[in-house]
């Protein structure tokens, strides 16, 4: 008979924020499977509460200090919603450029940071330094360039000061920008170089069937606003998001959970590679088939590869974007705000999924209600689900159980949940 | 402390570091790794044995202990005073941990029934007011900001290993801001914080044609009815100034005089309110 076991990770490393794993498993059986978030509250929803509008957008980069930028314009798009406010098309072609680079440096810190210790048998960057020096190099050589891009764009690569309602307060010279391209242009060696660094390694072989939200892409692979969808055949409006996230509380969590037409679904990289395959440009495609990602998806692990893929997009992307900013002769940089009394809902994929901010203001712009609706947040229920699947295919498999433990971990952390972004 | 940094100084070459988080964004750790250019350098300076965000080994003694966030649950009381037994010197790592930071906004209602109403309804969650680390234990050092620069991370860091002494600006951020020569938001029509906000930030906002929204906590000479006589002569009212000033924490006492002339409108009316 095989010996009971249990699996207990207090504080998972390598992720934002605080999450513990349980398993246990008696007889070969698993009798539990648990994410649990610990992560203690800031409640960001009720600090809001009364504040001038100008401080939401200022405020709330602050639930996250990966993704500040991806909260900074979801929170500009709700208020300029509210507002009724459309920004210049300038505005629009910079914004998404800014969100880009956020992405590439995020993925970048993920894909090499957080994963790749694990993938390579150790236990965070630092031995990578000395046994991988080249491949260390060009991580923080394709991040600083991602960050330099912030910097410039957002004014600063954390918590940017650039960005506000209507517009930028100050626009990068054109110089700069044909700096950045060149930049640019040289880091698709090094992105490269990253998918066969990635190629080498062993994805874990498991997967569970899942519905993915997204925003859905009519054009073009999609960031900014516009309509939801899931993999189950969902399609709501922007202002619906509510229908879309169905938030509601749990023992052993202080984030709130989501579902939509089952008990979980997932967002992030790999939702909107399934579910806007199509419109991502083509050398991310070829990199994607390369590994064999094409849509539907269903293993979570695969979740790296498509962050991987999403670089090589939105670097493409990013050239595109500054040529056709270079041709244009530059527009003032914001358009007058006057505030009013109303409603207005900002949905933007952010690194980790999609991300919803909402606010009702009174006449004089004052916050009278805030809600924000975090990608790690819909993402809890299915980590915790995947946990169970995984936690019992592999206990059935006979797997020793330090496999077990490292593979829930690098479970939760191909999902690279931003547990305080989700508690926020 | 000078005590510990001389020791340090003379005995370790290669200080312990740890990394530590409590109510935050953890972006202030996350500036560490921001600095791509002199990442591995400056990680060479020091043993880091704990870092639970970006690496899975970790250690229980430090000599160097970066602190990052403001404490808002009991259970992070004993973990703070836990990690402030194991460390020589510990450093509070941004506005969070020196002030509260954007967390201790909640605090401003005086009704934590009615936050966590607002947020979870119904559903029972642990929290508690906000407050800085210094609040529980003793700070050696304080580096403001939120967030902090990450050059000055480096420069506080280094001056501890080596034991230098290490001295931060007092005067506001006005004077770094017309060192370079900016043109002052006043005169663009959007008001500024600048004026009685600490300096060391190298004005990072107005750089950016961004007011000051004092994250860093109030200069030493901080005269706040100065700023409401320059704020009343651009049209910005005392709610304007309050709404701003009260963001990070670091003006907490300013912001609670202002609240009180606010009720007292006879004192307030000497002030030139707008
Ligand atoms: S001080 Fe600012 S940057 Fe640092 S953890 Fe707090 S909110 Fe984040
Ligand atoms: S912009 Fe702000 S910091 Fe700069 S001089 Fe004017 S008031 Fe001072
Ligand atoms: S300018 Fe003001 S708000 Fe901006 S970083 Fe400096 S102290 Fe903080």
């Given at each position: 008979?095989?010996?009971?076991?249990?699996?207990?990770?207090?504080?998972?490393?390598?992720?934002?924020?605080?999450?513990?794993?349980?398993?246990?498993?008696?007889?070969?059986?698993?009798?539990?499977?648990?994410?649990?978030?610990?992560?203690?509250?800031?409640?960001?929803?009720?600090?809001?509460?009364?504040?001038?509008?100008?401080?939401?957008?200022?405020?709330?980069?602050?639930?996250?200090?990966?993704?500040?930028?991806?909260?900074?314009?979801?929170?500009?798009?709700?208020?300029?919603?509210?507002?009724?406010?459309?920004?210049?098309?300038?505005?629009?072609?910079?914004?998404?450029?800014?969100?880009?680079?956020?992405?590439?440096?995020?993925?970048?810190?993920?894909?090499?940071?957080?994963?790749?210790?694990?993938?390579?048998?150790?236990?965070?960057?630092?031995?990578?330094?000395?046994?991988?020096?080249?491949?260390?190099?060009?991580?923080?050589?394709?991040?600083?360039?991602?960050?330099?891009?912030?910097?410039?764009?957002?004014?600063?690569?954390?918590?940017?000061?650039?960005?506000?309602?209507?517009?930028?307060?100050?626009?990068?010279?054109?110089?700069?920008?044909?700096?950045?391209?060149?930049?640019?242009?040289?880091?698709?060696?090094?992105?490269?170089?990253?998918?066969?660094?990635?190629?080498?390694?062993?994805?874990?072989?498991?997967?569970?069937?899942?519905?993915?939200?997204?925003?859905?892409?009519?054009?073009?692979?999609?960031?900014?606003?516009?309509?939801?969808?899931?993999?189950?055949?969902?399609?709501?409006?922007?202002?619906?998001?509510?229908?879309?996230?169905?938030?509601?509380?749990?023992?052993?969590?202080?984030?709130?959970?989501?579902?939509?037409?089952?008990?979980?679904?997932?967002?992030?990289?790999?939702?909107?590679?399934?579910?806007?395959?199509?419109?991502?440009?083509?050398?991310?495609?070829?990199?994607?088939?390369?590994?064999?990602?094409?849509?539907?998806?269903?293993?979570?692990?695969?979740?790296?590869?498509?962050?991987?893929?999403?670089?090589?997009?939105?670097?493409?992307?990013?050239?595109?974007?500054?040529?056709?900013?270079?041709?244009?002769?530059?527009?003032?940089?914001?358009?007058?705000?006057?505030?009013?009394?109303?409603?207005?809902?900002?949905?933007?994929?952010?690194?980790?999924?999609?991300?919803?901010?909402?606010?009702?203001?009174?006449?004089?712009?004052?916050?009278?209600?805030?809600?924000?609706?975090?990608?790690?947040?819909?993402?809890?229920?299915?980590?915790?689900?995947?946990?169970?699947?995984?936690?019992?295919?592999?206990?059935?498999?006979?797997?020793?159980?330090?496999?077990?433990?490292?593979?829930?971990?690098?479970?939760?952390?191909?999902?690279?949940?931003?547990?305080?972004?989700?508690?926020? | 402390?000078?005590?510990?940094?001389?020791?340090?100084?003379?005995?370790?070459?290669?200080?312990?570091?740890?990394?530590?988080?409590?109510?935050?964004?953890?972006?202030?750790?996350?500036?560490?790794?921001?600095?791509?250019?002199?990442?591995?350098?400056?990680?060479?300076?020091?043993?880091?044995?704990?870092?639970?965000?970006?690496?899975?080994?970790?250690?229980?003694?430090?000599?160097?202990?970066?602190?990052?966030?403001?404490?808002?649950?009991?259970?992070?009381?004993?973990?703070?005073?836990?990690?402030?037994?194991?460390?020589?010197?510990?450093?509070?790592?941004?506005?969070?941990?020196?002030?509260?930071?954007?967390?201790?906004?909640?605090?401003?209602?005086?009704?934590?029934?009615?936050?966590?109403?607002?947020?979870?309804?119904?559903?029972?969650?642990?929290?508690?007011?906000?407050?800085?680390?210094?609040?529980?234990?003793?700070?050696?050092?304080?580096?403001?900001?939120?967030?902090?620069?990450?050059?000055?991370?480096?420069?506080?860091?280094?001056?501890?290993?080596?034991?230098?002494?290490?001295?931060?600006?007092?005067?506001?951020?006005?004077?770094?801001?017309?060192?370079?020569?900016?043109?002052?938001l006043f005169?663009?029509g959007e008001p500024c914080l600048?004026?009685?906000?600490?300096?060391?930030?190298?004005?990072?906002?107005?750089?950016?044609?961004?007011g000051c929204?004092?994250?860093?906590?109030?200069?030493?000479?901080?005269?706040?009815?100065?700023?409401?006589?320059i704020m009343?002569?651009h049209?910005f009212?005392?709610?304007i100034i309050?709404?701003r000033?009260?963001?990070?924490?670091?003006?907490?006492?300013?912001?609670?005089?202002?609240?009180?002339?606010?009720?007292?409108?006879?004192?307030?009316?000497?002030?030139?309110?707008?």
């Amino acid at each position: 008979m095989k010996p009971s076991r249990t699996i207990a990770i207090n504080h998972l490393t390598r992720v934002e924020g605080h999450g513990n794993i349980r398993i246990r498993i008696k007889n070969g059986t698993v009798e539990e499977a648990r994410w649990e978030v610990v992560e203690t509250p800031r409640f960001f929803e009720a600090m809001l509460v009364g504040k001038l509008w100008e401080n939401a957008p200022y405020l709330c980069g602050r639930i996250c200090g990966i993704c500040s930028i991806g909260h900074t314009l979801a929170s500009i798009r709700a208020v300029e919603n509210a507002f009724g406010i459309t920004p210049a098309e300038q505005t629009d072609e910079l914004r998404l450029l800014l969100k880009h680079m956020e992405t590439m440096q995020s993925h970048i810190l993920h894909l090499y940071f957080l994963a790749a210790p694990d993938f390579l048998g150790v236990g965070s960057v630092l031995p990578l330094t000395r046994s991988h020096p080249a491949e260390v190099q060009r991580a923080l050589r394709l991040k600083l360039l991602a960050n330099d891009a912030c910097d410039l764009i957002g004014g600063r690569r954390l918590h940017p000061t650039r960005t506000v309602v209507g517009g930028f307060t100050m626009l990068p010279e054109k110089a700069q920008l044909e700096r950045l391209a060149q930049r640019l242009l040289a880091a698709q060696e090094d992105l490269a170089a990253a998918a066969e660094l990635f190629a080498t390694f062993t994805i874990p072989d498991f997967a569970r069937e899942t519905e993915f939200v997204s925003l859905k892409g009519d054009h073009c692979y999609p960031f900014i606003g516009g309509e939801l969808v899931s993999s189950d055949g969902v399609v709501k409006q922007e202002e619906d998001y509510r229908a879309m996230t169905n938030e509601y509380c749990e023992q052993g969590f202080t984030s709130k959970l989501s579902r939509l037409s089952r008990d979980a679904f997932a967002v992030g990289a790999l939702a909107r590679l399934n579910n806007n395959f199509d419109h991502l440009h083509p050398a991310a495609r070829k990199v994607a088939r390369g590994f064999g990602l094409t849509p539907v998806n269903h293993n979570p692990f695969m979740a790296n590869i498509a962050q991987l893929v999403e670089c090589v997009h939105v670097a493409h992307d990013s050239l595109a974007i500054i040529k056709e900013l270079l041709k244009r002769k530059w527009r003032p940089p914001r358009v007058p705000v006057t505030p009013k009394k109303g409603k207005g809902v900002g949905a933007v994929e952010v690194p980790r999924g999609i991300l919803y901010h909402a606010y009702e203001f009174d006449r004089e712009g004052r916050i009278v209600k805030a809600d924000c609706v975090i990608p790690t947040s819909q993402n809890h229920a299915n980590i915790h689900a995947d946990l169970k699947a995984l936690a019992r295919q592999w206990a059935a498999q006979g797997k020793a159980d330090t496999d077990i433990e490292l593979l829930a971990q690098m479970l939760v952390r191909a999902y690279d949940p931003c547990i305080s972004c989700s508690v926020h | 402390m000078p005590g510990p940094r001389s020791y340090l100084g003379v005995e370790l070459a290669r200080p312990r570091v740890g990394v530590f988080d409590f109510t935050s964004c953890e972006g202030c750790q996350l500036q560490f790794v921001n600095n791509e250019a002199t990442l591995l350098d400056f990680l060479d300076l020091m043993e880091l044995v704990n870092f639970r965000e970006a690496m899975t080994e970790q250690a229980g003694d430090y000599d160097i202990a970066l602190v990052e966030g403001s404490i808002s649950r009991a259970d992070e009381v004993t973990r703070l005073e836990k990690i402030r037994t194991q460390a020589k010197i510990l450093v509070a790592l941004g506005s969070c941990a020196c002030f509260g930071g954007v967390n201790q906004l909640k605090n401003r209602f005086n009704d934590l029934k009615w936050v966590k109403k607002e947020v979870y309804g119904n559903f029972p969650i642990a929290t508690q007011k906000v407050r800085p680390i210094s609040d529980f234990v003793t700070v050696d050092f304080m580096l403001y900001g939120c967030p902090p620069r990450k050059e000055e991370i480096e420069k506080v860091v280094t001056n501890l290993v080596v034991g230098k002494k290490i001295t931060m600006p007092k005067y506001p951020v006005c004077m770094e801001c017309k060192a370079n020569e900016n043109i002052c938001l006043f005169g663009l029509g959007e008001p500024c914080l600048g004026p009685i906000t600490r300096a060391g930030c190298d004005a990072w906002c107005p750089n950016n044609r961004r007011g000051c929204w004092g994250c860093r906590g109030p200069a030493e000479a901080a005269n706040v009815r100065e700023l409401e006589a320059i704020m009343a002569r651009h049209g910005f009212s005392r709610e304007i100034i309050i709404d701003r000033l009260e963001c990070f924490g670091g003006f907490a006492g300013q912001v609670a005089e202002l609240r009180r002339q606010s009720e007292h409108p006879r004192k307030a009316r000497s002030t030139g309110q707008a």
